[in-house]
């Protein structure tokens, strides 16, 4: 592809008030209203007291907030994508970026507990207006995970250096709902300090998580995983009072070593991963693994009995590499496995349930969507205000799922980024006739069919949505 004109023959100018470069706006922020995301904002935040006129309306700053990272925007300065063009005909409210900054730096931690609030009912909305969750009357997988987000400035609020040496970082925790069928929303987040413990308040957060899992109708079987940070006896506690199951990674610690190694050798059973996976110590693929099972074992044997739990321990083995098989008393070489343990209750036969609890690993592509969006920075020097910045991108996230969701079966498991730009950053010119608006679209773009499902779903009438 090449320009059709020589340099002198073209020429631009920002001239146009009737042009937007985000018509995919329209419907979602519909689909927003449908859901009462306004209402939910305005019943549930009262910024009271905060003055500068930042508690005035939480509604329209919200949504402003929302829209704007639904299109794309990482930083406050870029919340400013909503007010350009013909976007204020399209929209009423649009707030500047320094109104919105004034706003979330008017946020305590009580305030960003009710916008929390919010979000969790916004989801169960999203879940009971649009296909967002499908099958989970039959399974629903919790996923809790947490992340550190690289920050600068040293007046930067809760920034200290944790996990990684000389870098400062906030430190955010987040669960995620799935079904076998369906891509991960997010349930719960909470920002925390760079130096707070992967597992602080992980009972209280595992608890939050699985009661919005029933929030959005998870009636069937509900199964929260997690990695070893979070193998503890309160956790698992939390699930057996939620009646959900479990399936943590445990630790290897001597208890868990012992009953590895007195796992005979004709019980392991061999396995094929679908698609090599790179040894994370050598960078070699390996494409198999050995699964074993010990039907009954019990954990936290230092705590009073009534806190101690008997499960399932599922262990997975493949291959050191990167260390020379063992020679035995015979001669005959051993080979060197690294084993990979966890706990559970979950019902499901061996293999299912190992290969159930790896996909724990989709959280992760929820936590990389994140800093390749709205998480890129966490823009303000207050705690508070990153904290309701993060809340803020969990619900225009879930936006940008139940949007996909509605749109096609490809876009219900497609990635933000594609979501986003086939279904959000499309551009449209706006004409008027007897008192209506026409949204005039590209010819021939690729992905109308879509959109267009998308833009009668939500113009439907309400019973038909």
């Not at 204020?88 to 931690?109: C, D, E, K, M, Y």
């Not at 987040?189 to 939050?208: E, I, L, P, W």
């Not at 020379?324 to 015979?330: D, K, L, S």
Request: include cysteine; charge should be positive; charged fraction near 20%.
């Amino acid at each position: 592809m090449k320009s059709s004109h020589t340099p002198a023959a073209v020429s631009a100018a920002f001239d146009d008030p009737n042009l937007t470069a985000h018509a995919g706006l329209v419907p979602v922020m519909r689909l927003a209203q449908r859901c009462g995301l306004s209402h939910l904002v305005a019943d549930k935040v009262k910024l009271t007291g905060a003055g500068n006129g930042a508690s005035a309306a939480p509604q329209a700053k919200v949504n402003s907030i929302v829209a704007a990272m639904v299109a794309g925007a990482d930083s406050i300065d870029d919340l400013d994508l909503v007010r350009h063009g013909a976007m204020p005909t399209l929209f009423n409210g649009a707030r500047a970026p320094s109104t919105l900054g004034t706003f979330l730096r008017s946020f305590t931690h009580g305030h960003a507990l009710q916008l929390h609030s919010a979000h969790r009912a916004f989801l169960a909305r999203l879940a009971a207006h649009t296909p967002l969750l499908p099958s989970a009357a039959q399974k629903t997988f919790i996923d809790v995970d947490s992340t550190h987000k690289r920050v600068y400035g040293r007046t930067k609020q809760g920034a200290e250096h944790g996990r990684f040496k000389g870098v400062r970082t906030l430190h955010p925790l987040l669960a995620t709902l799935s079904t076998p069928t369906s891509r991960p929303v997010i349930a719960t987040v909470q920002m925390r300090r760079g130096k707070a413990a992967d597992s602080r308040g992980a009972t209280r957060f595992a608890g939050q998580a699985l009661a919005t899992a029933g929030e959005v109708g998870s009636t069937g079987l509900r199964v929260l995983r997690a990695d070893s940070q979070f193998y503890n006896a309160d956790v698992i506690a939390a699930c057996g009072r939620a009646g959900a199951r479990f399936s943590i990674t445990a630790g290897m610690n001597p208890s868990i070593k012992r009953a590895i190694a007195a796992i005979e050798e004709g019980a392991w059973t061999q396995i094929t991963y679908p698609t090599a996976v790179p040894d994370p110590q050598t960078g070699e693929l390996i494409s198999g693994a050995q699964v074993a099972e010990i039907g009954a074992y019990t954990a936290f044997t230092g705590r009073p009995k009534a806190e101690q739990a008997t499960a399932r321990l599922i262990v997975r083995r493949v291959r050191d590499l990167a260390t020379p098989a063992a020679v035995g008393e015979q001669g005959e070489l051993f080979p060197v496995w690294r084993y990979h343990p966890f706990f559970t209750d979950n019902p499901a036969p061996m293999l299912q349930a190992e290969r159930e609890h790896r996909h724990h690993a989709v959280i992760e592509q929820v936590i990389a969507d994140s800093k390749a969006g709205a998480l890129a920075h966490l823009p303000s020097a207050h705690f508070q205000a990153n904290a309701a910045w993060l809340t803020l991108w969990a619900m225009a996230y879930n936006l940008l799922r139940a949007t996909g969701a509605l749109a096609s079966a490809f876009h219900a498991k497609a990635t933000t980024a594609t979501l986003r730009a086939h279904l959000v950053c499309v551009p449209a010119r706006i004409a008027r006739s007897a008192r209506r608006l026409r949204l005039h679209l590209p010819q021939r773009w690729p992905w109308q069919g879509a959109w267009e499902q998308l833009f009668e779903s939500v113009h439907d009438p309400p019973g038909r949505a």
